[in-house]
């Protein structure tokens, strides 16, 4: 990841042009005409050896010949001239190129290489960033730029737009300048040999011009460089996304129910929402999504209140927000009774709220001044359809100021063409977002909603205590590792299903208990030790899905009926799959939980984001009832609820006539497991646990299969995560004033923790900290605190436990690294009552030995010049310190790589 350089690329001073010419229609031609009629006002340079001048300016014969260096070259000449061309502009100085020729990748040099990597190969030295090959190029209309081929210019405006599709971008550009939208940027991607999303992402999310950015994706390359840059990016601003192929390719061959189950779009979407984003289908919704979260307020619910003059649009709104999954609001009493008051007795009596066709401007002002005091109503949705009584343009005039003083999300819906055309203007123009249907403005209410969630869910702090699962994890780890070794050793992928349990139980997931036999007869002897009644399954590598060919026999009572089950799976396997190696039986005690539903996990190895895990409805028909929600891992109790949350069968799992509800606690540790067995195995590529059951009384794992795959030596499987998860590996015990005090990285789980540590420190600290006052943690900011990106972040915190066993933290030193790794800001503070006892150098050193390890280029921070003791603690450790001229602050730097 990297955007070194992105700055020539972006904002370039300069721009040289090579392969300009005058041939009609020609690229060359057409990237010439547009840079000259975009506005742009630093130099441009025409490079053709064939030509003196071209479109009334001086043309160059090579690179070398230009007077000077361009900040940013484009090319589009023949594929086999690149790589030396960007040779020579390496060379020269300049540090971006935009390379528009295609069939780089197709064509081979001398060496055997592609023209594509050659072109790399000789970019690599100078680091000379390269957009494309095969890309429409580049726009950034606030400086007049357009250094593309595309047939018509953008209009400068906030959004950010970037794109892998050449074809979608050229219509893009159409479709929002008829619109009036503008951009700050619009990214012509091509086949990204260089710079790529997330390279464009971490400019975008620091870029000043950017207000929000929208993404065309049609195949993500770098899964975990991808995520890095997309959390930081939707962080700091809107991101949106279109991706297309959403059509499910059809079933593949998996040995898994979780395989088949995850297909690439639903890991896409998870992969988005766990990144703080929000997908939109289309790309008119792309456009019109941001223009509503642009205008929407950041507080606020998901409960609607219609107001309508019109019964049919407010019924169309509300199948359109019940098919969505939205909530429509159920209007308090004091509200029913004053709306009774106002409008005539016809009217609708509840929500959605039809004021009658006849209404006056002062019926619409009244009855939204009513629904904006109700508790109930986290937003309301205003449809009005034309009528002779009263002009819409009047109606609008009445209600713009209310609405734009109002706390609350307003969306309107003017229905019709001419009639409201003037009425639509005056809500656009005043910021209310605005729609020509009830369907289009319930789509964007739930945009509002859907993007609230993704967010919400960033800053929730899973709780500080959770049942341990596993009190010894290395001896789990090494528990898990002998089986799988041994399976792998026998030349098998799959482990049988009590070896599938033994990995389990070592993640500390309840399963049944279950006992293996190889013979009918041996079957026969341990059922009644297990005691009735037990079920029996066919053991064999060669069968998944031991259902299919009737190897699971339930409820069985008696010593006869398990000759008889057992004799008969040998005879049905034998008939139906001869070619299965039969190796016995697992016979297990029947569990008998009437009340409990039946649900799968599992997990399984996508191609881009590798480990996903899978939740959902369980049993034989998984496949068809297609009911599951796909996450990332690692996972916390907040991320596995929200699994949940997200299937048909949490309602179920909530209780039902007279059912209780379901251990959703004992469901999410499970899921919290299964990640920690994806990022601690990297043997394990599928996994499935179905049936799972849950009730009231915990869960029971009744059946699972796994299948494996060998590892090199060195595999660790954190290199095939989309997301870092908490590297155990740098925690440290230590001996600090006579006492054990961890050091380790900050995790998300230290949220309570922290919030107790900042109210600790005195306020004088906190404006040494911050270099302003501040009495509390906002939740965002405690979010950014302790849910750190462990690639381009760390925290490390001093945390020790008290008397009562619950751990409090002491100290913290952290430093946040730009995309490049070469420079870091760090900052370092100890509780106020612990100061000057060692704490913080401990915790600097450690922050210092680790940046050093992890190859960060420098540390550098800013200090209050009266702060004497930090000034002390920094020049011990070797910093320069020089004071920043009229700040009343010192700048510190750390070097920490060697100078060659």
Same mark, same amino acid.
């Given at each position: 990841?990297?955007?070194?350089?992105?700055?020539?690329?972006?904002?370039?001073?300069?721009?040289?042009?090579?392969?300009?010419?005058?041939?009609?229609?020609?690229?060359?031609?057409?990237?010439?005409?547009?840079?000259?009629?975009?506005?742009?006002?630093?130099?441009?340079?025409?490079?053709?050896?064939?030509?003196?001048?071209?479109?009334?300016?001086?043309?160059?014969?090579?690179?070398?010949?230009?007077?000077?260096?361009?900040?940013?070259?484009?090319?589009?000449?023949?594929?086999?001239?690149?790589?030396?061309?960007? %040779?020579?502009?390496?060379?020269?100085?300049?540090?971006?190129?935009?390379?528009?020729?295609?069939?780089?990748?197709?064509?081979?040099?001398?060496?055997?290489?592609?023209?594509?990597?050659?072109?790399?190969?000789?970019?690599?030295?100078?680091?000379?960033?390269?957009?494309?090959?095969?890309?429409?190029?580049?726009?950034?209309?606030?400086?007049?730029?357009?250094?593309?081929?595309?047939?018509?210019?953008?209009?400068?405006?906030?959004?950010?737009?970037?794109?892998?599709?050449?074809?979608?971008?050229?219509?893009?550009?159409?479709?929002?300048?008829?619109?009036?939208?503008?951009?700050?940027?619009?990214?012509?991607?091509?086949?990204? @040999?260089?710079?790529?999303?997330?390279?464009?992402?971490?400019?975008?999310?620091?870029?000043?011009?950017?207000?929000?950015?929208?993404?065309?994706?049609?195949?993500?390359?770098?899964?975990?460089?991808?995520?890095?840059?997309?959390?930081?990016?939707?962080?700091?601003?809107?991101?949106?996304?279109?991706?297309?192929?959403?059509?499910?390719?059809?079933?593949?061959?998996?040995?898994?129910?979780?395989?088949?189950?995850?297909?690439?779009?639903?890991?896409?979407?998870?992969?988005?929402?766990?990144?703080?984003?929000?997908?939109?289908?289309?790309?008119?919704?792309?456009?019109?999504?941001?223009?509503?979260?642009?205008?929407?307020?950041? @507080?606020?619910?998901?409960?609607?209140?219609?107001?309508?003059?019109?019964?049919?649009?407010?019924?169309?709104?509300?199948?359109?927000?019940?098919?969505?999954?939205?909530?429509?609001?159920?209007?308090?009493?004091?509200?029913?009774?004053?709306?009774?008051?106002?409008?005539?007795?016809?009217?609708?009596?509840?929500?959605?709220?039809?004021?009658?066709?006849?209404?006056?401007?002062?019926?619409?002002?009244?009855?939204?001044?009513?629904?904006?005091?109700?508790?109930?109503?986290?937003?309301?949705?205003?449809?009005?359809?034309?009528?002779?009584?009263?002009?819409?343009?009047?109606?609008?005039? @009445?209600?713009?100021?209310?609405?734009?003083?109002?706390?609350?999300?307003?969306? @309107?819906?003017?229905?019709?063409?001419?009639?409201?055309?003037?009425?639509?203007?005056?809500?656009?123009?005043?910021?209310?977002?605005?729609?020509?249907?009830?369907?289009?403005?319930?789509?964007?209410?739930?945009?509002?909603?859907?993007? %609230?969630?993704?967010?919400?869910?960033?800053?929730?702090?899973?709780?500080?205590?959770?049942?341990?699962?596993?009190?010894?994890?290395?001896?789990?780890?090494?528990?898990?590792?002998?089986?799988?070794?041994?399976?792998?050793?026998?030349?098998?992928?799959?482990?049988?299903?009590?070896?599938?349990?033994?990995?389990?139980?070592?993640?500390?997931?309840?399963?049944?208990?279950?006992?293996?036999?190889?013979?009918?007869?041996?079957?026969?002897?341990?059922?009644?030790?297990?005691?009735?009644?037990?079920?029996?399954?066919?053991?064999?590598?060669?069968?998944?899905?031991?259902?299919?060919?009737?190897?699971?026999?339930?409820?069985?009572?008696?010593?006869?009926?398990?000759?008889?089950?057992?004799?008969?799976?040998?005879?049905?396997?034998?008939?139906?799959?001869?070619?299965?190696?039969?190796?016995?039986?697992?016979?297990?005690?029947?569990?008998?939980?009437?009340?409990?539903?039946?649900?799968?996990?599992?997990?399984?190895?996508?191609?881009?984001?590798?480990?996903?895990?899978?939740?959902?409805?369980?049993?034989?028909?998984?496949?068809?009832?297609?009911?599951?929600?796909?996450?990332?891992?690692?996972?916390?109790?907040?991320?596995?609820?929200?699994?949940?949350?997200?299937?048909?069968?949490?309602?179920?799992?909530?209780?039902?006539?007279?059912?209780?509800?379901?251990?959703?606690?004992?469901?999410?540790?499970?899921?919290?497991?299964?990640?920690?067995?994806?990022?601690?195995?990297?043997?394990?590529?599928?996994?499935?646990?179905?049936?799972?059951?849950?009730?009231?009384?915990?869960?029971?794992?009744?059946?699972? %299969?796994?299948?494996?795959?060998?590892?090199?030596?060195?595999?660790?499987?954190?290199?095939?995560?989309?997301?870092?998860?908490?590297?155990?590996?740098?925690?440290?015990?230590?001996?600090?004033?006579?006492?054990?005090?961890?050091?380790?990285?900050?995790?998300?789980?230290?949220?309570?923790?922290?919030?107790?540590?900042?109210?600790?420190?005195?306020?004088?600290?906190?404006?040494?900290?911050?270099?302003?006052?501040?009495?509390?943690?906002?939740?965002?900011?405690?979010?950014?605190?302790?849910?750190?990106?462990?690639?381009?972040?760390?925290?490390?915190?001093?945390?020790?436990?008290?008397?009562?066993?619950?751990?409090?933290?002491?100290?913290?030193? %952290?430093?946040?690294?730009?995309?490049?790794?070469?420079?870091?800001?760090?900052?370092?503070?100890?509780?106020?009552?612990?100061?000057?006892?060692?704490?913080?150098?401990?915790?600097?050193?450690?922050?210092?030995?680790?940046?050093?390890?992890?190859?960060?280029?420098?540390?550098?921070?800013?200090?209050?010049?009266?702060?004497?003791?930090?000034?002390?603690?920094?020049?011990?450790?070797?910093?320069?310190?020089?004071?920043?001229?009229?700040?009343?602050?010192?700048?510190?730097?750390?070097?920490?790589?060697?100078?060659?």
């Amino acid at each position: 990841m990297s955007i070194r350089n992105l700055q020539q690329m972006f904002a370039p001073r300069s721009v040289a042009l090579i392969g300009a010419s005058q041939r009609p229609h020609s690229v060359g031609a057409t990237v010439l005409r547009n840079l000259n009629e975009g506005g742009f006002k630093g130099a441009i340079f025409p490079v053709n050896p064939k030509h003196a001048e071209l479109a009334g300016l001086r043309c160059w014969p090579d690179v070398t010949s230009l007077p000077e260096t361009p900040e940013l070259a484009v090319i589009c000449t023949p594929p086999a001239t690149v790589p030396a061309i960007i %040779r020579e502009l390496g060379m020269r100085g300049t540090r971006a190129a935009i390379v528009l020729t295609a069939g780089l990748g197709a064509r081979y040099d001398d060496t055997g290489r592609t023209v594509k990597q050659a072109m790399l190969d000789e970019a690599n030295p100078w680091l000379l960033r390269i957009l494309g090959p095969n890309c429409v190029g580049l726009l950034v209309p606030g400086i007049g730029l357009n250094a593309s081929f595309a047939h018509t210019g953008a209009l400068p405006g906030g959004i950010a737009f970037v794109s892998q599709s050449g074809a979608l971008v050229t219509g893009v550009l159409d479709w929002a300048k008829s619109r009036g939208i503008g951009f700050s940027r619009f990214v012509s991607l091509g086949e990204s @040999a260089d710079v790529d999303f997330g390279d464009v992402l971490d400019f975008l999310a620091s870029d000043i011009e950017t207000r929000a950015i929208l993404l065309y994706v049609e195949d993500i390359r770098h899964a975990r460089k991808f995520m890095s840059a997309a959390r930081a990016a939707a962080r700091s601003k809107p991101t949106l996304i279109v991706k297309s192929g959403r059509a499910p390719e059809g079933a593949k061959a998996a040995a898994s129910h979780t395989g088949a189950l995850a297909g690439s779009d639903d890991v896409y979407d998870a992969a988005i929402r766990r990144a703080g984003m929000l997908r939109v289908l289309t790309t008119e919704d792309l456009f019109g999504a941001v223009e509503t979260l642009a205008h929407a307020h950041p @507080a606020g619910g998901e409960r609607l209140a219609i107001m309508t003059n019109g019964g049919g649009p407010g019924v169309m709104a509300t199948d359109a927000l019940i098919c969505d999954g939205g909530k429509l609001a159920t209007l308090s009493k004091e509200t029913l009774g004053q709306l009774d008051q106002l409008l005539p007795a016809t009217w609708s009596h509840g929500n959605p709220v039809d004021i009658i066709g006849d209404a006056p401007a002062e019926r619409y002002v009244q009855s939204l001044e009513v629904l904006l005091k109700d508790p109930q109503a986290d937003a309301i949705l205003f449809i009005h359809a034309p009528t002779a009584i009263v002009p819409s343009v009047d109606i609008a005039n @009445a209600i713009v100021p209310l609405a734009k003083a109002a706390s609350r999300n307003i969306l @309107a819906c003017w229905l019709g063409g001419d009639a409201v055309a003037q009425a639509r203007q005056l809500f656009a123009q005043a910021g209310i977002p605005t729609f020509d249907t009830p369907e289009e403005a319930v789509r964007g209410f739930m945009q509002i909603v859907q993007y %609230r969630r993704n967010q919400q869910l960033l800053m929730q702090v899973p709780p500080a205590n959770h049942v341990d699962l596993v009190p010894d994890p290395a001896a789990s780890r090494a528990t898990v590792k002998k089986v799988i070794q041994s399976a792998l050793a026998d030349g098998r992928d799959l482990l049988s299903e009590p070896e599938s349990k033994v990995v389990l139980a070592a993640f500390g997931i309840p399963v049944v208990e279950t006992r293996i036999v190889s013979s009918v007869e041996e079957a026969v002897r341990v059922a009644p030790e297990i005691g009735f009644p037990v079920a029996i399954k066919v053991l064999s590598p060669d069968i998944s899905h031991k259902t299919d060919v009737g190897g699971v026999a339930l409820d069985i009572e008696s010593v006869e009926a398990v000759r008889e089950a057992a004799e008969g799976m040998n005879r049905r396997v034998s008939r139906m799959r001869p070619d299965a190696r039969l190796e016995g039986f697992a016979v297990q005690a029947m569990a008998r939980r009437p009340e409990a539903q039946e649900l799968i996990v599992g997990l399984t190895t996508d191609p881009v984001f590798g480990p996903v895990i899978l939740f959902g409805a369980g049993g034989i028909a998984v496949e068809l009832t297609a009911d599951h929600a796909i996450g990332l891992p690692p996972l916390n109790m907040v991320l596995a609820r929200d699994m949940v949350s997200r299937t048909r069968v949490a309602r179920l799992l909530g209780g039902y006539r007279g059912r209780p509800p379901a251990d959703i606690d004992a469901i999410c540790r499970v899921l919290v497991q299964v990640a920690q067995l994806a990022i601690d195995m990297p043997e394990i590529i599928e996994l499935d646990i179905n049936p799972l059951l849950a009730d009231s009384r915990g869960v029971l794992a009744l059946d699972a %299969r796994i299948k494996i795959a060998a590892c090199g030596p060195d595999a660790s499987g954190l290199d095939r995560l989309a997301i870092r998860p908490y590297p155990v590996e740098l925690e440290q015990w230590i001996e600090w004033d006579g006492q054990p005090l961890l050091l380790r990285p900050i995790k998300p789980e230290d949220g309570e923790a922290h919030i107790a540590f900042f109210a600790a420190l005195d306020p004088e600290d906190v404006r040494l900290r911050m270099f302003t006052g501040m009495r509390e943690l906002q939740p965002a900011q405690l979010m950014r605190f302790t849910q750190i990106d462990y690639d381009r972040e760390m925290a490390f915190i001093a945390t020790r436990k008290r008397a009562d066993g619950e751990s409090e933290t002491l100290g913290v030193a %952290r430093a946040i690294s730009d995309p490049d790794n070469e420079r870091a800001e760090f900052a370092v503070v100890v509780r106020s009552d612990l100061k000057g006892r060692g704490l913080g150098p401990l915790l600097m050193k450690r922050l210092i030995d680790y940046s050093r390890s992890h190859g960060t280029g420098e540390l550098v921070g800013e200090v209050l010049a009266y702060n004497s003791h930090m000034l002390r603690m920094m020049t011990r450790f070797g910093f320069d310190i020089k004071p920043i001229p009229g700040e009343g602050t010192m700048q510190l730097r750390l070097a920490l790589r060697q100078s060659s």
